[in-house]
C-alpha cells in the first residue's frame, strides 16, 4: 500500500522504514529540512540497532523516501500516519501543538479519500479533535476517515519490536478503515485488536503507567530487601515466574527514565484529573521512582563522606541500553548531582557520548570503558549496557584509588565483586 508517515522521530522512523521492509510504499515527511537532508544523503539522526542498513534497503529498492512536504506526502499516499512529538507542558498536561498543526496541513493538502492514522502518544479524545480540525481546515469536500494506532515499541529494541509486535492496536469511529489497516499490518503476523478510538488512546497510556508502575514496585520492594538482607533479583525472580505477574519490567534500578514514561505518568495524571478522577497510585509510582535516585545518591555520600573533590567514574548516560537518547536520563541526573556535590567526573557511554556533550558539561569523556576508573575513587554504573559486564574488573580495580563500585543496574553478582576485592553496592542486594 502506498504509506505516509510524517514526522521521523524514533516512532515515525522506524515505523515507515519497517513498512517498507515488508514491501509497503513509504513516504516519510519531516518538516526539518536538515534532517530530510541527512536521511537522503544516507544519514541516520538517530542510533537505533538495525536501523541504518534497514533504511539503505529500502531506499535502494525505491520503497522509502524522505520529503519536508507534506501536500507531497498526503498526494502520494491513501494512508497518513501523524508520528510528530507530544511533548510535556510545564503542568504535566501534553502539547498537542504538532498534532494540530499537522492535522491542518492534512486537512490543506487533501483533494481524496484518506486515512488519517495517529500513531503519536495522545491523551483520550484526540482522535476526535484531528477529525474536527481536518473537517474545518479542508477546502475540498472529500470524504476521510481517523484511526488511532498507538505504537509500543522501546528505543534500542525498536527495529525488533517493530517487526514482530506482541500486539497492534487499532481504534476507529467505522468500519470503513479497517480493511485498509489490517492490509498495512498483515505482513506482521500479530494479532489486531479492533476498538473505538478513546480506547486504543487508553490503552497507550494506561499501558506505559502500568510498566512504569511495575518498576517502581520492584524497586520499593528493593528497600525491604536492603532492610532485610533479602535479593530484589530472587524476590523478582520468583514473582515473575507466576505467568500472571511476568519476570519482565521487574528489575530494580535507580529509576526509570526516558522519553516516554516521566512525560506519559505526568500526562496519565493530569487526563485523570481533568476527568475528575485523582490517580494517587500513579503519583506514588512517580514518588518512588524520585526517591530510588535520592537513595543512590545518598549510597555513595555515606559511603565515600565527602564528595567534594572526589574522582568517581561513570559508566553509561544513555537512559537505557542499546541507545543513544539521554533525554530525562537517570544517569545525565546522577552525573549532575554528583557534580553539585563537587566530584570530578570522568564518564563513558558505548553511544550516547555525542548526544550527552551539549547538556552535560565540565567532566571527562573518556572513550574505552576500561579506561573510565583510571585515578578515580569509586565507579558508578548508570546504564544497563550489557557490554559493561565484560568491564577488566581485574584492571578496573587496580585502577581505582580505593575499589568501591556502585552499580545502579545490578549488572554483577555480589559474591563475586566481594571475592574480587570490590566493595561493591548495588540495589536491593
Ligand atoms: C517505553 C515502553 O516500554 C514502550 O512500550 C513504549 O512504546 C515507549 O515507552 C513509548 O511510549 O514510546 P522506552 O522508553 O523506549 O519504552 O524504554 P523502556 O525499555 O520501557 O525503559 C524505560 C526506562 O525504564 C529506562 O530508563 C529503563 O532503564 C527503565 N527500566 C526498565 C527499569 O529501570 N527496570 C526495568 O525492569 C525495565
Known amino acids: ?28 515527511v519531516d518538516r526539518d529540512q536538515q534532517k530530510v537532508d541527512l536521511l537522503l544523503a544516507g544519514g541516520m539522526p538517530i542510533y537505533e540497532p538495525g536501523l541504518d542498513e534497514m533504511v539503505a534497503r529500502n531506499v535502494a529498492a525505491g520503497r522509502l523516501s524522505f520529503t519536508s512536504s507534506t501536500r507531497e506526502g498526503v498526494e502520494k499516499s491513501d494512508v497518513i500516519f501523524i508520528a510528530v512529538p507530544t511533548p510535556p507542558l510545564p503542568d504535566g498536561s501534553v502539547d498537542l501543538s504538532f498534532i494540530e498543526l499537522v492535522a491542518r496541513e492534512i486537512a490543506g493538502a487533501m483533494t481524496s479519500y484518506k486515512i488519517i492514522v495517529d500513531k503519536s502518544t495522545v491523551p483520550v479524545n484526540t482522535g476526535e479533535r484531528v477529525a474536527e480540525t481536518i473537517k474545518r481546515y479542508c477546502k475540498a469536500k472529500v470524504e476521510f476517515d481517523v484511526a ?24 476507529v469511529r467505522s468500519p470503513r478503515p479497517v480493511a485498509a489497516m489490517k492490509e498495512i499490518y498483515a505482513p506482521f503476523n500479530a494479532p489486531i485488536i479492533v476498538t473505538d478510538i478513546n480506547s486504543a488512546e487508553l490503552i ?17 520492594i528493593s528497600i525491604l530487601c536492603e532492610a532485610t538482607g533479602a535479593n530484589v533479583q530472587e524476590v523478582a525472580n520468583g514473582m515473575g ?12 534500578s535507580l529509576g526509570f527514565g526516558g522519553s ?13 484529573e481533568q476527568l475528575g478522577y485523582d490517580f494517587r497510585l500513579l503519583k506514588e509510582v512517580q514518588t518512588i521512582n524520585a526517591n530510588q535516585m535520592d537513595r543512590f545518591v545518598k549510597k555513595i555520600n ?25 533525554r530525562m536520563s537517570p544517569a545525565i541526573d546522577l552525573c549532575h548531582r554528583l557534580l553539585h556535590e563537587g566530584a570530578i567526573l570522568r564518564v563513558h557511554d558505548p553511544k550516547a557520548m555525542e548526544k550527552a556533550k551539549p547538556i552535560l558539561q565540565g567532566v571527562t569523556y573518556v572513550d574505552d570503558m576500561n579506561d573510565v576508573a583510571e585515578g578515580c575513587d569509586a565507579l558508578v554504573i ?28 545490578n549488572l554483577f553478582d555480589v559474591k563475586e565483586m566481594e571475592e574480587l576485592g570490590f566493595i561493591y553496592k548495588s540495589i536491593g542486594r
Not at 260 to 272: G, M, N, Q, R
Not at 302 to 326: C, E, H, P, S, Y
Open 1 to 28: 500500500m502506498k504509506l505516509t508517515i510524517i514526522g521521523t522521530g524514533y516512532v515515525g522512523l522506524v515505523t515507515g522504514t519497517c513498512f517498507a521492509e515488508v514491501g509497503h510504499q513509504v513516504v516519510c
Open 148 to 171: 488511532s494506532n498507538p505504537e509500543f515499541l522501546r528505543e534500542g529494541f525498536a527495529v525488533e519490536d517493530l517487526m514482530r509486535p506482541d500486539r497492534v492496536v487499532v481504534g
Open 204 to 220: 497507550k497510556h494506561a499501558a506505559n503507567s502500568f510498566l512504569a508502575l511495575k518498576i517502581s514496585y520492584i524497586n520499593a
Open 241 to 252: 515466574m507466576d505467568i500472571r505477574i511476568g519476570r519482565r519490567f521487574l528489575d530494580a
Open 260 to 272: 516516554c514514561f516521566p512525560k506519559d505518568l505526568s500526562a496519565f495524571i493530569k487526563i485523570s
Open 302 to 326: 555515606d559511603t565515600m563522606w565527602v564528595l567534594k573533590g572526589k574522582r568517581i567514574g561513570v559508566l553509561g548516560l544513555a537512559f537505557k541500553q542499546n541507545t543513544d537518547d539521554v
Open 382 to 409: 548508570a546504564t544497563e549496557w550489557p557490554q559493561f559486564k565484560q568491564l577488566d574488573l581485574e584492571k578496573t580495580r587496580k585502577c581505582l584509588t580505593h575499589p568501591i563500585l556502585f552499580d545502579g543496574r
